[in-house]
């Protein structure tokens, strides 16, 4: 299984990002995917969740209203939509997908594939 993160950069406060993770060899439809990140000094915290089908999603309270995580089976790509950042949004984010079929949920330990950070920087 490879995961495949990208879309990071430097931003001002206020402004838009949008992640993607291009996901192979696995069934990606099947699976629950997260977006997790981890700020300097702090550990890793999930972001968003979303099940399989997309019908599902869950949020940390601290990102509700301003990141949307979003899914297209057909492109195999998890998406995380980052609107009105701000500096402490700063950090690496990572993909994840569920250790197991139709699993969802916001416990880091339901999922056991990973991808490589994306860096999120927010300048005030």
């Known amino acids: 299984v490879q995961l495949q993160a990208s879309g990071g950069g430097l931003v001002q406060a206020g402004g838009s990002l949008r992640l993607s993770c291009a996901a192979s060899?696995?069934?990606?439809?099947?699976?629950?995917m997260g977006w997790f990140r981890q700020r300097l000094g702090k550990e890793r915290e999930l972001v968003a969740a979303?099940?399989?089908?997309?019908?599902?999603?869950n949020y940390a309270d601290s990102v509700k209203g301003r990141f949307t995580i979003s899914r297209d089976n057909a492109q195999n790509t998890v998406y995380l939509h980052m609107n009105s950042l701000r500096p402490e949004d700063t950090a690496d984010y990572y993909c994840?997908?569920?250790?197991?079929?139709?699993?969802?949920?916001?416990?880091?330990?339901?999922?056991?594939?990973w991808g490589q950070g994306t860096l999120v920087t927010v300048s005030s």
């Open positions: 060899g696995l069934t990606f439809s099947n699976y629950g």
């Open positions: 979303i099940s399989w089908s997309g019908s599902r999603t």
């Open positions: 994840a997908a569920t250790r197991y079929p139709g699993s969802f949920g916001i416990d880091s330990t339901l999922y056991a594939y």
